[in-house]
């Protein structure tokens, strides 16, 4: 069964730069994955923040940018805000299904 | 902008058929560009991919509930459902639907419904 890992946890202060890492059991994370990132707050839907490993919908702000690194799909966010406080999930694609990692719970401290 | 929103019923009796339907507003089901996806959440859990369907009927399913769920499309209503059968409390979730952009088979989630409970006990 694949298994998309994330974070459990990270803390960031405000202003600060974090990067949050999504991996696959299957091997090195490439293009071909097609990462998405995903932000949820307390009781609201998810938020789409990037597509295909970097694309940023016109809603994301310019502090997040996704890539590669590692073999892992990466999201950074730069310039943390407090608002930035949620749980951040990526999405993988493996030739028809697609996988959510488990998560990573942000908190901005 | 696109709207969408979940309906049906937020109580399911075990070994019974889950049925929810999502709705579509600032835009159409029959559009080439995207397809419409269902995800679901246990409460205080992660999120769970289930599959997605274009206008044309194709779909694509987690293969881990593959033989549990089914997702149609209705372009004369503008909407898209899901069903799960033989459900048990592990499907006691919030169910969201989507759209997604469309690139070959791969989808990406950009626009959300606010999600319905579903909570399956007798």
């Known amino acids: 069964q694949t298994v998309v890992t994330q974070e459990p946890s990270l803390t960031v202060s405000p202003g600060g730069t974090v990067t949050l890492t999504c991996a696959s059991t299957t091997g090195a994370v490439t293009s071909g994955f097609y990462p998405n990132w995903f932000q949820q707050k307390p009781g609201q839907a998810p938020r789409a923040l990037i597509y295909s490993t970097s694309n940023k919908y016109s809603w994301t702000p310019a502090r997040f940018s996704g890539s590669l690194l590692g073999g892992k799909a990466t999201l950074t966010l730069s310039g943390v805000q407090p608002e930035d406080e949620a749980d951040y999930y990526c999405?993988?694609?493996?030739?028809?299904?697609?996988?959510f990692g488990g998560g990573t719970r942000l908190t901005v401290l | 902008q696109v709207q969408l929103q979940e309906s049906g019923p937020g109580l399911v009796k075990p070994s019974e058929t889950l049925s929810l339907t999502c709705t579509v507003s600032?835009?159409?089901?029959?559009?080439?560009?995207?397809?419409w996806s269902w995800v679901r959440q246990p409460p205080g859990k992660g999120l769970e991919w289930i599959g997605h369907i274009y206008f044309n009927g194709n779909t694509n399913y987690n293969p881990s509930l593959k033989n549990q769920v089914t997702i149609s499309i209705d372009t004369s209503t503008n909407q898209f459902s899901l069903k799960v059968t033989s459900v048990t409390a592990a499907d006691t979730a919030i169910y969201y639907c989507a759209r997604a952009l469309r690139k070959g088979s791969v989808s990406s989630p950009d626009y959300w419904g606010q999600g319905t409970l579903v909570t399956v006990s007798s």
């Open positions: 999405l993988l694609y493996y030739g028809g299904a697609q996988v």
């Open positions: 600032g835009g159409s089901v029959t559009s080439s560009s995207y397809y």
